[in-house]
């Protein structure tokens, strides 16, 4: 609602009938639309942000909970088990769905789109009226029935010309070194540059001047203080209210990252490290590493080594390296748009990242206050413990619109 009045107030027009249908709803008072400010508004939608942030840090709890009782209220009805009415409900979500998507991914449903293969990925494009689908599109995996068709682009519209087509798509073996590389970095870029195409703010030249430096400059340093003046920038109303809530609270101020890694560090990171892991883009195993822990004053020199780019800010050449590497999401399917990509650097520049990440970065961020809708990078909190939720969430739902 604080967002619709500002619409109104930055594009000079009266409060729409939806936004005072709004309004009485909620059983809110308008602020007169002639005495109230662009600024005012503005302050209005940051207040109500927050108050939504502190609401969303608790509430992923309070739903696990309310499941939970769910559960424990209808084992009780039934007389079953409540672990046993927790499953079900589980395997009822995996097989039933509320949603159109959710339907599509659970009973294998077609969705209308249009597949773009574009330099190794595939770009989908959906669908707004019979035949014709928007410009705009995101990568995806190609689904299993599509079929080959012509299409015809005018403008932001593209329009299929032949959907009747059978015919099915076909695949090409590359074996020879040369051609797939080249197709790999062509996929590659393309797969990487999606942020970019998408135009999202980060990528915008007037978003430049925050990102320069790496994010260290002292521009920097006056949004995580608060004292930046945003009118400065010019950039949306949006991002400047999302720079404006990065500022750090006294707690945030507090915390620190050590920059210097014991030798102590060194030596638990690779004695817990695989040896038969790829570990470096000049062929260095991690024998050589997990040897080099095993005496101390070796591990003092590397752990003293490894820290000096965080210390005083250059780095060892050999770490500027990282290779590409292409692995199969599903065994033995290679198709170029379902390979997987990570990167592989250097054994022990990895181990100096995976304790500052490890023991440092992601502890002071769970004092920080994430909020419990935070899912990914965090200890305990599997994508597919996230996507459970959800599913049972949705078919609670369900079943009480049934019921």
């Known amino acids: 609602m604080h967002k619709a009045i500002l619409s109104c107030i930055m594009n000079d027009i009266k409060y729409t009938e939806s936004l005072e249908l709004l309004a009485t709803e909620l059983n809110h008072q308008l602020p007169s639309r002639d005495e109230i400010t662009v600024r005012q508004a503005l ?27 769910i559960c424990r209220e209808i084992a009780r009805e039934t007389g079953q088990d409540a672990d046993k009415t927790y499953q079900a409900m589980i395997k009822c979500a995996l097989s039933k769905g509320m949603f159109k998507r959710l339907k599509a991914i659970l009973k294998n449903e077609e969705l209308n789109e249009l597949y773009e293969f574009d330099n190794g990925n595939f770009v989908a494009h959906s669908s707004f009226v019979e035949n014709l689908f928007e410009e705009y599109g995101s990568i995806k995996v190609l689904p299993k029935g599509a079929v080959v068709v012509e299409v015809e682009k005018s403008g932001d519209v593209i329009q299929v010309l032949n959907p009747e087509s059978i015919k099915t798509p076909s695949w090409s073996r590359v074996t020879k070194p040369e051609e797939m590389e080249a197709w790999l970095m062509r996929r590659n870029k393309r797969h990487l540059q999606q942020m970019y195409i998408e135009q999202s703010p980060p990528t915008t030249e007037a978003f430049a001047p925050v990102l320069t430096d790496y994010g260290t400059s002292e521009l920097t340093d006056e949004i995580l203080n608060g004292t930046v003046d945003l009118e400065s920038l010019e950039i949306s109303d949006e991002m400047k209210l999302f720079l404006k809530s990065l500022k750090r609270t006294p707690e945030e ?117 994430l909020s419990s809708n935070q899912w990914g990078g ?25 019921t």
């Open 378 to 402: 965090r200890r305990g909190r599997s994508a597919i413990a996230c996507a459970t939720r959800k599913l049972i969430t949705w078919e609670y739902f369900r079943y009480v619109k049934e």
């Open 43 to 69: 302050t209005n939608v940051n207040d109500a942000w927050k108050a939504k942030r502190v609401v969303e840090k608790e509430d992923g709890e309070r739903r696990a909970k309310w499941l939970e009782d």
């Open 253 to 369: 101020e507090r915390m620190h990252v050590p920059s210097r890694m014991p030798k102590e560090a060194f030596q638990e990171v690779m004695r817990a490290q695989n040896e038969s892991t790829s570990s470096s883009p000049l062929a260095i195993h991690y024998t050589l590493w997990k040897a080099i822990a095993e005496v101390d004053d070796l591990a003092e020199i590397h752990a003293l080594w490894l820290s000096l780019p965080f210390m005083h800010g250059f780095i060892c050449e050999r770490h500027k390296r990282e290779i590409d590497c292409m692995l199969e999401k599903k065994a033995k399917v290679r198709q170029i748009h379902i390979l997987r990509i990570i990167g592989l650097m250097e054994g022990c520049w990895n181990a100096y990242l995976k304790w500052a990440y490890n023991k440092h970065i992601m502890p002071n961020a769970e004092k920080s206050g």
